[in-house]
């Protein structure tokens, strides 16, 4: 099996398949217990919400109660088609959108993006679009609680790394370079999944995060119109060379 003959599919078309076992699993603990202490603090309370960037649909499958109505929103079909899966039987509407073009089928009290689901913002100013669309969908006095990793101010230096993952039925390779501005990382991920009849499908993406300063998404937060009631660093599971850390925000819609 050749790595060199990878087609080029967008991101989390091949990740999909190792996620949770690579990245999902590991984060979920510390961004689950970062929810539930900001839901104690803020007394916070729902009985609607959206989880955007909702990936394989795990932290949505801790949220599940009878009396909720839930939504789960992501661009990757191949993430949706786990959290199809995994969420069947629990009233968990899914639905196929951009951030930037979000429209849920309701207003919603709590809207919840994890994982650094926003680092995908390429700009300051894609990243305000997503604020203004989240804004436009969450009813007034609605909360809004997230984690991205941050920048610390200083550019990091041009670094690359290569890692090799290895797993029943898929092996990958990953390229991590820190992007040219010095301000965020660039992933080019080859991934080798085994078919049902015992043939490779290779194929290549590129993830591109960005890390934005902690004021400078603060200052986005209040011109959209969140006021940021407070922010707390998350432990464990996100390590990313030349940022300056992993960290919750809890915001309250004006
Ligand atoms: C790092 S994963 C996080 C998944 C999940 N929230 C978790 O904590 O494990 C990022 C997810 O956000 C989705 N995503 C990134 N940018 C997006 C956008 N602009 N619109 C919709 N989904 C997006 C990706 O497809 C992926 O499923």
């Known amino acids: 099996m050749s790595l060199a003959s990878a087609r080029a599919v967008p991101p989390y078309h091949g990740f999909a398949r190792i996620y949770d076992a690579v990245t999902g699993d590991a984060m979920l603990p510390a961004i689950w217990r970062a929810f539930r202490r900001a839901c104690r603090h803020y007394r916070i309370r ?7 960037g909702c990936g394989t649909g795990a932290f949505l499958a801790c949220l599940a109660r009878a009396d909720r109505r839930l939504y789960g929103v992501d661009r990757s079909p191949a993430m949706l088609a786990l959290a199809r899966q995994r969420l069947a039987g629990l009233g968990v509407t899914l639905l196929h959108q951009d951030l930037a073009d979000l429209r849920l089928p309701e207003p919603v009290t709590l809207i919840t993006c994890n994982g650094a689901t926003l680092n995908y913002a390429s700009s300051l100013a894609g990243l305000g679009r997503i604020f203004r669309r989240v804004h436009q969908n969450t009813a007034f006095g609605g909360w809004l609680i997230f984690d991205m990793i941050l920048g610390n101010g200083r550019p990091a230096r041009n670094g690359h790394r290569v890692q090799r993952i290895s797993l029943p039925g898929t092996s990958a390779r990953w390229s ?3 992007d040219p501005s010095g301000r965020g ?8 999944g085994l078919r049902a009849d015992g043939s490779w499908d290779v194929v290549r993406e590129t993830h591109r995060q960005r890390w934005f300063l902690g004021d400078e998404i603060a200052g986005l937060l209040r011109k ?5 009631l407070g922010t707390s660093k998350l ?5 990313s060379q030349g940022s300056g850390g992993w960290q919750q925000f809890v915001a309250k819609r004006d």
Do not use: K, P
């Open 176 to 178: 991590i370079r820190i």
């Open 185 to 192: 990382s660039v992933v080019d991920m080859t991934t080798a």
């Open 46 to 52: 729902f009985s609607n919400a959206a989880d955007l």
């Open 235 to 239: 432990d464990g599971g996100v390590r």
């Open 224 to 228: 959209q119109r969140w006021t940021v």
